[in-house]
């Protein structure tokens, strides 16, 4: 959550572009990529970006403890999940994998610290009240770190990640549209230059 201020949200609809959306956010900046598991190519799309240079690749929308697994298999570094279950937390224990498993409210939260979570995703982020909700959070839950996603753009970022208790944001607006390389490329890197606060 540290290495860079946006985790692109990825949906991979063709697999012959994985690897070239991987490079081009790789060299705007952004290294830590998050492959959603929405469609039939997710899992052989983690492979090809997880052979780009630089490039630390996750595997985002896993609902259970099979989606763990396989996205483990494939080579995932991290794990992102939309909800916090019991199942997925212990898959994630069972593979000593990164999870930052969403939560929604104080109760999410709360089952998470009893799993030994600190780190979650604050989804979905403007849907669910945006940053003055997240702020009523964080102050109740004083070392807990988010990564907001769900309505975050280029044009709200900024505000986001000036909160001390967002460590990045996640979006998809980097890739959002037909693939063009150099636009994502200039996407990547003015996210890039945007402060990780916390
Ligand atoms: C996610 O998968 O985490 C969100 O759907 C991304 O939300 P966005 O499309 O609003 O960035």
Redesign the pocket.
């Known amino acids: 959550m540290t290495r860079c201020p946006v985790i692109p949200?990825l949906?991979i609809q063709d697999l012959s572009l994985a690897r070239p959306i991987a490079q081009a956010l790789v060299a705007g900046g952004l290294t830590t990529l998050?492959v959603?598991l929405r469609t039939d190519c997710a899992i052989e799309a983690i492979k090809e970006m997880s052979k780009v240079e630089g490039a630390h690749v996750g595997a985002?929308?896993v609902l259970n403890g099979d989606d763990l697994a396989r996205a483990v298999d494939a080579g995932s570094q991290f794990i992102?999940s939309?909800g916090l279950t019991q199942e997925v937390a212990t898959a994630a224990q069972r593979h000593d994998v990164p999870l930052l498993p969403?939560v929604a409210n104080a109760g999410d939260i709360m089952r998470g610290l009893d799993l030994g979570l600190s780190r979650f995703?604050f989804?979905?982020a403007?849907a669910n009240g945006g940053l003055p909700a997240l702020k009523a959070l964080a102050a109740v839950f004083g070392k807990v770190r988010f990564c907001p996603?769900?309505?975050?753009?280029e044009g709200n970022a900024a505000e986001w990640l000036a909160h001390p208790a967002v460590s990045c944001v996640?979006?998809?607006?980097l890739t959002a549209g037909n693939f063009d390389a150099d636009a994502v490329e200039s996407r990547a890197r003015q996210a890039a230059a945007l402060a990780n606060c916390a």
């Open positions: 949200v949906v998050e959603t985002g929308t992102v939309p969403g995703k989804f979905p403007m996603t769900g309505g975050i753009t996640g979006g998809s607006w």
